[in-house]
């Protein structure tokens, strides 16, 4: 039976299990995802702090301006004043440091000078209760949840975990994922095809894929199309894999074995065919030691678009991703197109933006699926319901590939 695509993708995310949490460095977490809530140890900022080099003072003593203090200390980033000061009185302070207690203004270093060997400084200008400060607990209070678990860690995210304290980082496992290329007609990269054969390619763009969606990528010997020799490689792959991730060999053809092994090996088949255009004989299974495969078409172009809907989405759903399926956006087309009567087109696009700063979505002149040379430049996959057709200027739904 021929299933939607949303559904595939929700048979998907419903039979795929969260992998165990793990400890990791701080520095090693990048690109990780957070298996807990990011707690503040400290307000931020943890004091009331200066957002200027100049002098912290009492607001209504420099009114009318120009005024003149005496310079009491002085309060460095790192090594405060931590006196009262009174009427009449300034610390010379730096950005970054404390205020003083009974300080309520900042005047900024451009708006003052010194005199009298540096003991009394001339506020050229008064200065507003509140003034270059940034008052302590303003950005966090100490207890708020500032990063939430699902969360794909990036650096910017590194700095908050750093300054939390967050030596050690509750992460999920990567995911194992083993890539299985099948088809008697595949040699390596380094072989030069003989006749009636091709190199590999799918080995690759799929293990990308994959360790850009977190995995930890195991690449197998390549395989012909022989049902033992399928069998043996699927097995042994399972000891060691979360998920198993095969390429051709599920069309009708008389060589086509990836289902049969699979049906041999005792797994269960979740779905095995996808109104999809790339795509339609994707297959979704379980073996009966967990390991879950997904027994992608052949052709390149049909493997990276399949691989992003449903096996990207098992990867990071594994690691808890909050957002494990490309987002849908929305752009305009810029030409017509069609869909096939029955399935939803992924049609390989280029997404760029108009005067009106909208996005633009421009499908690629590509050969079909087996045209990976045209579909190396795309950046989008535009989708065309089953059965629709887009005119040019009117709205398209898209994904982001990455
Ligand atoms: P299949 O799904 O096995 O019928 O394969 C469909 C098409 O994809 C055929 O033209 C295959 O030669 C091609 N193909 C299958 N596997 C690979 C691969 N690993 N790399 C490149 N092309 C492939
Ligand atoms: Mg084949």
Not at 97 to 125: M, W
Not at 157 to 169: C, K, N, R, T
Not at 196 to 201: E, G, L, P, T
Not at 240 to 258: K, L, P, Q, R
């Amino acid at each position: 039976m021929m299933i939607p695509v949303v559904e595939a993708i929700q048979i998907v995310r419903d039979n795929v299990p969260r992998l165990e949490r793990e400890r990791v460095p701080l520095i090693h977490v990048l690109g990780r995802f957070l298996a807990q809530d990011i707690v503040a140890d400290s307000d931020l900022p943890p004091f009331d702090r200066s957002q200027m080099d100049g002098y912290a003072v009492k607001s209504s003593d420099t009114q009318p301006a120009p005024v003149r203090l005496r310079i009491v200390g002085e309060s460095a980033a790192g090594k405060g004043w931590h006196q009262e000061i009174h009427e009449g009185e300034a610390v010379r302070i730096m950005t970054g440091a404390p205020v003083p207690p009974g300080a309520d203004s900042v005047q900024q270093v451009e708006l003052t000078h010194e005199l009298k060997d540096n003991t009394v400084v001339e506020l050229l200008e008064s200065v507003q209760v509140g003034k270059s400060i940034v008052r302590r607990a303003t950005e966090i209070t100490a207890g708020e949840v500032v990063l939430r678990s699902g969360v794909k860690i990036n650096p910017a995210m590194l700095a908050v975990l750093a300054s939390f304290g967050y030596a050690e980082v509750e992460v999920i496992r990567r995911p194992r994922v083993a890539v299985i290329a099948t088809g008697s007609e595949l040699v390596s990269v380094d072989q030069r095809p003989g006749q009636d054969q091709i190199r590999d390619s799918n080995n690759f763009s799929i293990g990308a894929y994959a360790e850009r969606a977190g995995a930890v990528v195991d690449r197998l010997p390549l395989t012909g199309d022989e049902i033992e020799e399928l069998k043996t490689t699927i097995s042994k792959a399972s000891e060691a894999a979360d998920v198993i991730v095969t390429s051709g060999g599920v069309s009708m053809g008389v060589y086509d074995f990836t289902k049969a092994a699979l049906k041999e090996l005792g797994a269960e088949l979740f779905f095995e065919k996808v109104a999809l255009r790339p795509g339609k004989p994707s297959v979704f299974a379980r073996l009966p030691n967990g390991t879950l495969v997904f027994g992608l078409p052949g052709n390149p172009v049909s493997v990276s678009v399949t691989f992003n809907l449903f096996a990207r989405t098992a990867v990071l759903a594994m690691q808890g991703a909050s957002e494990p399926v490309l987002k849908t956006e929305t752009g305009v087309l810029v030409k017509p197109v069609k869909s096939s009567a029955d399935r939803d087109t992924y049609l390989p696009s280029q997404l760029t933006t108009n005067d009106d700063g909208q996005v633009v979505v421009f499908p690629l002149k590509w050969g079909g699926s087996s045209d990976f040379v045209a579909f190396a430049r795309a950046t989008a996959l535009a989708i065309i319901p089953a059965g629709s057709k887009v005119d040019s200027d009117a709205l398209v739904k898209f994904v982001r590939l990455e």
